[in-house]
């Protein structure tokens, strides 16, 4: 079964410094990954998601993910950090559905507080 | 369009109580999802409908039955209420795009408290 792993529960960052949210994956198969947000008392949105087209891939909101092999992550950064930021993300790997659709596992999430 | 949309917003109940959590989509999406989330443990599926018409388990369906209406409306039914059941329970939809790749969009919830 594929599987992702979020390194931190809680990630604390100045406002106007990197962003760095980790994933690392499980899988027998190329995976496709996803990063959701999450506001609070709100649902999930999605931020990017790797479908093997290119191993960078750019979201909403200036975010970015790059998929590597060879170290089975799919890393989230952010050059510069928002004080609206401060949400919690979720990774996600995603196993096709017979007849359509898609499950997605997910992480346990990593909370990201931004510090004036 | 109003995307995903789930009622109640909140909602307390009493052990061994039963409640229907209502679901619909505007996005003429095929496939829709029921997912509870607990703290420290992300995002679980309960049951999905990969079509109008079928429906299947997920990772934790115990205590929990799913109607596909129609292509719309997706329904989460709990028949005997269990405290382990206090969750935050989010619907889902993907329209189908093949390949492992769709896009779920989720709803706001339902946060549900069983005494």
């Known amino acids: 079964a594929q599987s992702v792993t979020q390194l931190g529960s809680h990630v604390s960052v100045s406002e106007g410094a990197l962003v760095l949210l980790r994933c690392n994956y499980s899988?027998?198969?190329?995976?496709?990954l996803f990063w959701y947000v999450q506001y609070p008392n709100q649902g999930l949105q999605l931020l990017l998601k790797y479908t093997s087209a290119a191993t960078l891939v750019k979201g909403i909101n200036g975010f970015e993910a790059e998929f590597k092999k060879s170290e089975t992550s799919f890393h989230l950064t952010k050059p510069s950090a928002h004080m609206s930021d401060a949400a919690e993300y979720f990774c996600a790997v995603s196993d096709l559905i017979t007849g359509g659709g898609n499950k997605l596992t997910f992480g346990t999430g990593t909370q990201l507080k931004v510090e004036l | 369009n109003a995307g995903v949309t789930q009622t109640p917003k909140f909602q307390v109940l009493k052990t061994g109580q039963s409640m229907t959590l209502q679901c619909a989509q505007d996005?003429?999406?095929?496939?829709m999802y029921w997912y509870r989330q607990d703290p420290g443990m992300g995002l679980r599926l309960i049951y999905y409908?990969?079509?109008?018409?079928?429906?299947d388990k997920g990772e934790v369906p115990n205590g929990y039955n799913v109607s596909r209406l129609n292509k719309r409306e997706f329904s989460l039914r709990l028949e005997s209420a269990a405290p382990s059941q206090t969750s935050v329970y989010f619907c889902?939809?993907?329209?189908?795009?093949?390949?492992?790749?769709?896009?779920?969009?989720f709803g706001p919830g339902t946060r549900l408290t069983v005494l």
């Open positions: 996005m003429n999406h095929n496939s």
């Open positions: 889902a939809s993907s329209l189908l795009a093949g390949g492992g790749t769709d896009t779920q969009y």
């Open positions: 409908s990969a079509s109008e018409g079928t429906t």
């Open positions: 899988s027998s198969v190329p995976p496709y």
